[in-house]
Nanobody, 122 residues
Framework: QVQLVESGGGLVQAGDSLRLSCAAS????????MAWFRQRVGKDREFVAD????????FYADSVKGRFTISRDNAKNTVYLQMNSLKPEDTAVYYC???????????????WGQGTQVTVSS
């Protein structure tokens, strides 16, 4: 069982930066690929980024490539999402997710955090 707790969301202006954190429980954290998803009002939950267990293979949605960076610190059981050059369309609830094998579909993720709200004003 893996428990995930996100933090770091907030209200910012367009062009600002935010860093989200996701703290995970469990001694096997380093074996799990980790992902960030987001859900905008009225939209399905969508993939944002993920990273392999060892942290060497990040993957991004086209909409955030070049602006967001996913990273992880396995010693701290934490995964991060650094978000730069934020846009109003990045406004969403951001979720941390985990699965035992690499997945990018929300329906296939095994564990979810409770989400953290990010609001970007224009």
């Amino acid at each position: 069982q893996v428990q995930l707790v996100e933090s770091g969301g907030g209200l910012v202006q367009a062009g600002d930066s935010l860093r989200l954190s996701c703290a995970a429980s469990g001694s096997t954290f380093s074996t799990y690929p980790m992902a960030w998803f987001r859900q905008r009002v009225g939209k399905d939950r969508e993939f944002v980024a993920d990273i392999s267990g060892g942290g060497r293979v990040p993957f991004y949605a086209d909409s955030v490539k070049g602006r967001f960076t996913i990273s992880r610190d396995n010693a701290k059981n934490t995964v991060y999402l650094q978000m730069n050059s934020l846009k109003p369309e990045d406004t969403a609830v951001y979720y941390c997710a985990a699965s035992r094998v690499h997945k990018t579909a929300a329906s296939e993720m095994e564990y979810w955090g409770q989400g953290t709200q990010v609001t970007v004003s224009s």
